[in-house]
Each structure stands twice: as structure tokens, then as C-alpha cells.
């Protein structure tokens, strides 16, 4: 298939679907804001684990759901499951 041009576009909004508590608790990828403010909380919760004894606790501050199963939620999930040598000894 020939083009001159791919013009890709996700929308201006993210659809909460009104989906209850999703604006007030639910971060989004739709902006480079919007995914560095998700590394920034993921490295806090890591860091968080990272000091804590017991095994539950770990696993609650190294619990993530992603909801969405357009490219960006298979992506991000994809990358979800490396994980980052720094944080290795985390695993409870």
C-alpha cells in the first residue's frame, strides 16, 4: 500500500467511558506530561518497596493495572513486565 503521508491521531481527550472515579484516581498517557508523571509515581512506589519488610506490602506498592487495549495499555503493559535492574531486589 503506497501514501504520501501517515497521519496518525489519538484524539484530543482520554474517554473515561463515565466510568466512576476514573477522573479523580486514574492517570493517563496521552501527553508527555501525563507519562512523567506516571515514571515518577511507579519509582516512588518502587523506592517505597524497596524499604519494606514485609512481602504483602511490597506487593501492594508494586501493584499496577492498566486499563485500555489500544496500542498505548499493550505497550505500556509489555514494558510492565522488564524489570528495572535497579529495583531487582524488590520482588517479594
Known amino acids: ?37 506516571v515514571r515518577d509515581r511507579m519509582l516512588d512506589a518502587f523506592e517505597t518497596a524497596a524499604l519494606q519488610d514485609d512481602p504483602a506490602e511490597k506487593t501492594k506498592l508494586c501493584t499496577f493495572v492498566v486499563v485500555g487495549a489500544g496500542p ?7 514494558e510492565l513486565e522488564v524489570p528495572l535492574p535497579r529495583y531487582a531486589d524488590i520482588q517479594p
Request: glycine share 6%.
Open 1 to 37: 500500500l503506497d501514501y504520501d503521508k501517515l497521519v496518525v491521531a489519538v484524539g484530543a481527550t482520554s474517554n473515561t467511558f463515565n466510568t466512576p472515579g476514573v477522573k479523580e484516581y486514574a492517570l493517563f498517557l496521552k501527553e508527555l506530561q501525563d507519562a512523567s508523571l
Open 72 to 78: 498505548t495499555g499493550v505497550e505500556f503493559a509489555a
